[in-house]
């Protein structure tokens, strides 16, 4: 291992590993070190995305990546069954470790734990300093009182089954499941004739689910639709963040100047959850970016978060809605309702992308929760200074 560095990538999830993906194609002179304290890099994730939420150049570079794409989704409801078009793409960590591999070689370093991250330096648990020009943290959403969270939080398994599924489309959401503690629905994507991936999803106040409840839920849902379960391939979990306020002056303060990427960044769908479209802009953000000081590299990863912040006061005043307002069972009603309106709307929605027009759109009309819980979900804020939201 050198003692010096042009970049230190520390932590191996999606958002540092495109950014190593990137610096080696716009980048192949510089010297990077990639840090994870697990034996894998990428971890145990499928991570998903429309192919629209990308632009072509995106999609260019990022389409070696993909694991999985269908042609369309579909979403089930109580009283709504659509499918829509446009392709649905989705990565697995073991194909992403792979090209992590690939790509970094044998400057990615795996059971390497970190005892400090410092914007130009990494000291390690066994006291090795590093430096670096500039070091940026991947390593997650740390623990912060400035964002107030829901969480989507979910267990996923992958089976083989006995026989054909039947499935061609993923199923983005089922929500005529029992709704249990809050807005459930059960994700599914069909990775080959005999083989499902099946995820157990709940919007809920708290980012844990009770594991053997959950796992029961998954082998009811495959026993409904007649899916002859064989051989559980891997389980996942995850709960992300979905973001209902917060102070963005008070979260950036305590970076204290440090680089950082993917949800450590606050960089992700305030209603959605998903981090790829996001991650993919700021890793093409970097690769332009550098050569540069750790400082620079700062108040511009600083200045994008930002940006992503106010584009996305909307999706946060929705979550406070589909959240605060009426009883958590009953918050189907505010997705199935936006599930029927214009399907571009939509997709503008998922890329982060909706204009004036598709905000009063999804706005207009008497609310599928009580009015005044509503209005007073929609108002409320963490501070009355501008741009807390």
């Known amino acids: 291992m050198r003692d010096h560095y042009d970049v230190i990538l520390v932590g191996a999830g999606l958002a540092n590993g495109l950014i190593a993906f990137r610096l080696r ?13 697990h034996t894998h890099p990428a971890g145990n ?19 070696p990546l993909v694991s999985h794409q269908w042609s369309g989704y579909q979403v089930r409801f109580p009283a ?11 990565i697995t960590s073991a194909d992403f470790a792979q090209q992590l591999y690939q790509a970094v070689g044998d400057d990615l370093r795996t059971e390497c734990a970190v005892k400090e991250v410092k914007p130009t330096q990494v000291t390690l648990a066994n006291g090795q300093v590093i430096n670096a020009t500039v070091v940026i943290d991947g390593r997650g959403l740390q623990h912060t009182p400035h964002l107030q969270l829901g969480y989507q939080a979910f267990i996923g398994q992958e089976w083989h089954l006995r026989k054909p599924h039947g499935l061609t489309q993923p199923i983005l959401m089922d929500a005529t499941v029992d709704q249990q503690q809050g807005y459930r629905f059960v994700y599914t994507l069909p990775l080959g004739v005999d083989r499902l991936l099946i995820e157990d999803t709940h919007y809920i106040n708290h980012p844990t689910l009770a594991e053997d409840k959950t796992r029961q839920n998954i082998a009811d849902y495959a026993q409904t639709h007649h899916w002859d379960l064989g051989m559980l391939l891997r389980e996942e979990r995850g709960s992300l963040p979905i ?21 450590r ?32 590299l ?9 940006q992503h912040w106010q584009t996305q006061r909307f999706f946060r005043a ?24 214009d399907a571009g709307l939509i997709s503008r929605f998922y890329a ?24 007073r979900a929609l108002l409320m804020t963490t501070s009355n200074k501008p741009g807390k939201k």
């Open 25 to 37: 194609q716009r980048q192949p002179q510089l010297q990077i070190l990639m840090l994870e304290s």
């Open 45 to 63: 994730h499928t991570w998903s995305f429309h192919q629209q939420d990308l632009n072509a150049q995106q999609w260019q570079w990022v389409q």
């Open 80 to 90: 709504l069954r659509r499918n829509f078009s446009g392709d649905y793409c989705s």
């Open 243 to 263: 973001t209902l306020s917060g102070d963005i002056d008070a979260f950036w303060q305590q970076q204290h100047g440090q680089p950082c990427s993917g949800l």
């Open 265 to 296: 960044a606050g960089l992700f769908h305030a209603t959605t959850g998903y981090s790829l479209p996001t991650a993919v802009v700021l890793a093409d953000t970097i690769a332009a970016l550098l050569p540069c000081d750790a400082t620079t």
């Open 298 to 306: 700062s108040q511009q990863i600083e200045a994008f978060a930002r």
């Open 318 to 341: 929705l979550n406070r809605m589909l959240f605060l307002a009426g009883r958590p069972e009953q918050r189907w009603r505010v997705m199935q309702r936006f599930y029927q309106l």
């Open 352 to 375: 982060g992308q909706l204009g004036l027009g598709d905000k009063a759109r999804i706005l207009c009309g008497k609310p599928p929760v009580p009015i005044v819980e509503a209005v």
